[in-house]
C-alpha cells in the first residue's frame, strides 16, 4: 500500500484521517499515486493540480525520502521505499502566513 | 414564523446569522470551512433551503459547496471551471497580452425560478451557468469573448466579474459587471452581451469615455423596477433609468463618491444606500466615522445613518459584496466590514446594532428572507 499524507485543510475535506493508504496498480509514479487519491476522494480533483492540465498548483509541494520530488516528471517512478509503503509520500502546502 | 438568514463570507470562512423577524435576537453558526475564503454565499430564490457557497484557497484552488438544508450541511459541488475553447488574452498589467486563467469564483447568483441553476461570475472575468445544481459549470462564452475582451485589464483585485443580476420582468436580461471593464448587458440569456457605459467617466484611464475600461465595483436594482439600475463605481455613485443606455451621476452631496456596495430598499425603488470611502488610496471611511448614506430621491440628495455606527477610530471598509436587504415590512440592511463585524438596521438604515464583532474580514453579505 502506498502512503500518502495530506495537508491538514486537505484532509478535512476529503474527511480522511491521518495517512491514506492507497492500492495502485502499475508502475508507482506521482501520477498514478494521484490519481489512485483522487479516484478514492473526488472532492480533491483541481485542489492539487489543475483539472485538464494535470499541472500542479504553484503552492502545492510533493515530497518523500527528503526529497523535492515537486519538478520530477509525473511518470518518473517514486522511491522504491514509497513504492513499498515504507515512506510516506507527502503532499505540502508551502508555508505562508495570514 | 417570518425571519432572515444572512450569508456571511470571510477571509477564514462562513458564518450563518438567523434571527426572527424582530432581528435583536441572534443565533450565529460557524465557521462554515474554517481557513478557506468564502467570498460569497447565496441562496436560490426558489428554494430558500438551497444556498451555494464559493470556497477559494491560494493553495488548493476552488470549490463549489452546496447545502440543501439551510446551510446546516453542506456538500461539495463541482468545481471545474473551464473557459471554452481558447481564452485568448486580456491586457496584463504592463499592457501585454496575458492569456486568461481562472483564479476564484467572486459571486454566485441563482436563478430566479430554478434552485438547480446558478450563475458564477469569475476571475479571470468570465461568466459560468451550472443547471444541475452546481456539479457541472459551463462558460457563457460570449461575454469574455466580446470584441473588446483583448482590451480589458485587471483592477487592483484582479479581473473579476462581480456583479450578476437577472431582470425578473423581462427573461433572457441580465446584467453584469467586471472590474476594470465595465458594465454589460444581454438581452438573450448571456448569448450576446454588449457594453452598457455610455455616460460614465473615469479620470483614470486614456480616454475618459471608452466603451470599456471603468471600474465599475457594484451594481443595484429594484426587482419592481429593473429599467433603474445604480453603480457604485471606483470614484462616483451613477444611475439609469433606461436599463444601462445611459447613465448621470447622482453623487450629489456625499462626502466622497468613492465606496464599494450599492443596494436599494425592498420596498422603495428610489431609497439607495452606499458607504463613502475616503478614496481610493484611502480605503477607510473620512475622519474614521463610519456612515452608510441613504437617499430617498434615487440619488443626488444623501442623508448620513450613524445612529449605532462607531463615529470615532473607525478605518475599516466594506467590500462591494458586503452589504444586503431582507424583504420583511421594515426593510432590513445589512453590511460587513474589513474589521469582522456585521451590522444590522430594522428600521431600514435609521439605527444599526453589531450582529457580530469580530469575524474574520468580511467579503460578502447576502439575506434570505424567511417565512
Same mark, same amino acid.
Given at each position: 500500500?502506498?502512503?500518502?499524507?495530506?495537508?491538514?485543510?486537505?484532509?478535512?475535506?476529503?474527511?480522511?484521517?491521518?495517512?491514506?493508504?492507497?492500492?495502485?496498480?502499475?508502475?508507482?509514479?506521482?501520477?498514478?499515486?494521484?490519481?489512485?487519491?483522487?479516484?478514492?476522494?473526488?472532492?480533491?480533483?483541481?485542489?492539487?493540480?489543475?483539472?485538464?492540465?494535470?499541472?500542479?498548483?504553484?503552492?502545492?509541494?510533493?515530497?518523500?525520502?527528503?526529497?523535492?520530488?515537486?519538478?520530477?516528471?509525473?511518470?518518473?517512478?517514486?522511491?522504491?521505499?514509497?513504492?513499498?509503503?515504507?515512506?510516506?509520500?507527502?503532499?505540502?502546502?508551502?508555508?505562508?502566513?495570514? | 414564523?417570518?425571519?432572515?438568514?444572512?450569508?456571511?463570507?470571510?477571509?477564514?470562512?462562513?458564518?450563518?446569522?438567523?434571527?426572527?423577524?424582530?432581528?435583536?435576537?441572534?443565533?450565529?453558526?460557524?465557521?462554515?470551512?474554517?481557513?478557506?475564503?468564502?467570498?460569497?454565499?447565496?441562496?436560490? /430564490?426558489?428554494? $430558500?433551503?438551497?444556498?451555494?457557497?464559493?470556497?477559494?484557497?491560494?493553495?488548493?484552488?476552488?470549490?463549489?459547496?452546496?447545502?440543501?438544508?439551510?446551510?446546516?450541511?453542506?456538500? $461539495?459541488?463541482?468545481?471545474?471551471?473551464?473557459? &471554452?475553447g481558447e481564452p485568448g488574452t486580456h491586457q496584463w498589467y504592463d499592457g501585454t497580452p496575458h492569456p486568461w486563467e481562472f483564479a476564484r469564483v467572486w459571486h454566485l447568483e441563482p436563478s430566479l425560478d430554478d434552485p438547480d441553476t446558478v450563475y458564477a461570475g469569475v476571475e479571470d472575468a468570465g461568466l459560468f451557468r451550472s443547471s444541475d445544481g452546481g =456539479?457541472?459549470?459551463?462558460?457563457?462564452?460570449?461575454?469574455?469573448?466580446?470584441?473588446?475582451?483583448?482590451?480589458? =485589464? $485587471?483592477?487592483?483585485?484582479?479581473?473579476?466579474?462581480?456583479?450578476? @443580476?437577472?431582470?425578473?420582468? =423581462?427573461?433572457?436580461?441580465?446584467?453584469?459587471? @467586471?472590474?476594470?471593464?465595465?458594465?454589460?448587458?444581454?438581452?438573450?440569456?448571456?448569448?450576446?452581451?454588449? /457594453?452598457?457605459?455610455?455616460?460614465?467617466?473615469?479620470?483614470?484611464? /486614456?480616454?475618459?469615455?471608452?466603451?470599456?475600461?471603468?471600474?465599475?465595483?457594484?451594481?443595484?436594482?429594484?426587482?419592481?423596477?429593473?429599467?433603474?439600475?445604480?453603480? =457604485?463605481?471606483?470614484w462616483d455613485v451613477m444611475r439609469s433609468d433606461d436599463a444601462g443606455e445611459s447613465w448621470r451621476e447622482v453623487s450629489g452631496d456625499l462626502p466622497t463618491d468613492f465606496g464599494f456596495p450599492i443596494a436599494v430598499h425592498a420596498h422603495e425603488p428610489d431609497t439607495v444606500y452606499v458607504v463613502p470611502i475616503t478614496s481610493d488610496s484611502h480605503h477607510f471611511?473620512?475622519?474614521?466615522?463610519?456612515?452608510?448614506?441613504?437617499?430617498?430621491?434615487?440619488?443626488?440628495?444623501?442623508? /448620513?445613518?450613524?445612529?449605532?455606527?462607531?463615529?470615532?477610530?473607525?478605518?475599516?471598509?466594506?467590500?462591494?459584496?458586503?452589504?444586503?436587504?431582507?424583504?420583511?415590512?421594515?426593510?432590513?440592511?445589512?453590511?460587513?466590514?474589513?474589521?469582522?463585524?456585521?451590522?444590522?438596521?430594522? &428600521?431600514?438604515?435609521?439605527?444599526?446594532?453589531?450582529?457580530?464583532?469580530?469575524? $474574520?474580514?468580511?467579503?460578502?453579505?447576502?439575506?434570505?428572507?424567511?417565512?
Amino acid at each position: 500500500m502506498i502512503r500518502v499524507v495530506l495537508p491538514a485543510h486537505l484532509r478535512a475535506l476529503a474527511d480522511a484521517g491521518g495517512e491514506v493508504e492507497l492500492r495502485v496498480p502499475g508502475p508507482v509514479t506521482q501520477r498514478a499515486v494521484l490519481d489512485a487519491l483522487e479516484a478514492r476522494y473526488p472532492v480533491l480533483r483541481g485542489t492539487i493540480r489543475d483539472h485538464r492540465s494535470g499541472k500542479r498548483r504553484a503552492f502545492v509541494r510533493f515530497f518523500a525520502c527528503q526529497q523535492d520530488l515537486s519538478h520530477q516528471p509525473p511518470d518518473e517512478p517514486l522511491p522504491a521505499a514509497v513504492a513499498a509503503g515504507a515512506e510516506p509520500y507527502l503532499i505540502v502546502g508551502a508555508m505562508a502566513g495570514g | 414564523m417570518s425571519g432572515v438568514r444572512v450569508l456571511v463570507g470571510t477571509r477564514k470562512g462562513a458564518f450563518i446569522l438567523t434571527s426572527d423577524a424582530g432581528r435583536t435576537s441572534w443565533d450565529v453558526s460557524g465557521p462554515h470551512f474554517p481557513g478557506w475564503e468564502i467570498y460569497h454565499v447565496a441562496g436560490s /430564490p426558489a428554494d $430558500p433551503d438551497r444556498l451555494y457557497a464559493s470556497q477559494s484557497s491560494g493553495w488548493f484552488g476552488q470549490l463549489i459547496q452546496r447545502s440543501d438544508d439551510g446551510g446546516r450541511t453542506w456538500a $461539495p459541488a463541482g468545481n471545474e471551471f473551464s473557459y &471554452d475553447g481558447e481564452p485568448g488574452t486580456h491586457q496584463w498589467y504592463d499592457g501585454t497580452p496575458h492569456p486568461w486563467e481562472f483564479a476564484r469564483v467572486w459571486h454566485l447568483e441563482p436563478s430566479l425560478d430554478d434552485p438547480d441553476t446558478v450563475y458564477a461570475g469569475v476571475e479571470d472575468a468570465g461568466l459560468f451557468r451550472s443547471s444541475d445544481g452546481g =456539479q457541472h459549470w459551463q462558460e457563457l462564452p460570449s461575454l469574455r469573448g466580446h470584441r473588446s475582451g483583448p482590451s480589458w =485589464q $485587471p483592477g487592483a483585485g484582479g479581473m473579476c466579474l462581480h456583479t450578476i @443580476i437577472l431582470d425578473p420582468h =423581462q427573461p433572457g436580461r441580465m446584467f453584469t459587471a @467586471i472590474s476594470a471593464a465595465g458594465a454589460f448587458r444581454s438581452d438573450d440569456a448571456g448569448g450576446s452581451w454588449r /457594453p452598457i457605459n455610455r455616460g460614465l467617466r473615469s479620470d483614470g484611464i /486614456p480616454d475618459p469615455e471608452a466603451e470599456v475600461g471603468h471600474c465599475v465595483h457594484r451594481l443595484a436594482m429594484h426587482p419592481s423596477r429593473p429599467g433603474v439600475l445604480y453603480m =457604485q463605481k471606483h470614484w462616483d455613485v451613477m444611475r439609469s433609468d433606461d436599463a444601462g443606455e445611459s447613465w448621470r451621476e447622482v453623487s450629489g452631496d456625499l462626502p466622497t463618491d468613492f465606496g464599494f456596495p450599492i443596494a436599494v430598499h425592498a420596498h422603495e425603488p428610489d431609497t439607495v444606500y452606499v458607504v463613502p470611502i475616503t478614496s481610493d488610496s484611502h480605503h477607510f471611511p473620512p475622519e474614521g466615522k463610519l456612515r452608510v448614506y441613504r437617499s430617498r430621491t434615487g440619488g443626488d440628495e444623501w442623508e /448620513p445613518l450613524t445612529r449605532g455606527l462607531p463615529q470615532q477610530h473607525c478605518y475599516v471598509n466594506v467590500l462591494r459584496d458586503a452589504m444586503a436587504v431582507d424583504c420583511l415590512d421594515d426593510c432590513g440592511i445589512y453590511f460587513g466590514t474589513t474589521g469582522g463585524q456585521v451590522y444590522a438596521s430594522g &428600521d431600514a438604515g435609521d439605527s444599526w446594532l453589531p450582529v457580530v464583532r469580530d469575524l $474574520p474580514a468580511v467579503l460578502s453579505v447576502e439575506v434570505q428572507t424567511l417565512s
